[in-house]
């Protein structure tokens, strides 16, 4: 790769590395400053110091156990309405373009 500052294309080198560059330092501040902000905002409200009561003969904390399934059904209890039909003819009105 030529990065000589004298030739015109070294010179176009040169500041697309340095771009690069920038670009990837400034993604790093910018990255680290928004963890941290959203680190201390997290610790200055509270949230990560709630803790779930302990409930006696509640929900365990192994997810296993505190699965429960509904019924089974047994027979398929889908119940088909019957088909309605219209006691009158319906009829159209306005321009045949509406329809």
């Not at 409200?45 to 019924?71: H, L, S, Y």
Request: with cysteine; hydrophobic share 35%; net charge negative.
């Amino acid at each position: 790769m030529n990065l000589d500052t004298d030739d015109p294309v070294g010179a176009r080198n040169r500041a697309i590395v340095f771009g690069l560059v920038t670009l990837v330092v400034l993604g790093i501040v910018i990255g680290l400053s928004v963890g941290i902000l959203g680190s201390r905002a997290v610790d200055s409200t509270g949230i990560d110091d709630v803790r779930a009561p302990n409930n006696p003969g509640g929900p365990t904390d192994d997810p296993i156990e505190d699965f429960t399934a509904g019924p089974t059904p047994t027979e398929d209890t889908f119940e088909p309405s019957e088909p309605t039909t219209p006691s009158a003819p319906v009829t159209r009105t306005g321009p045949a373009s509406c329809w």
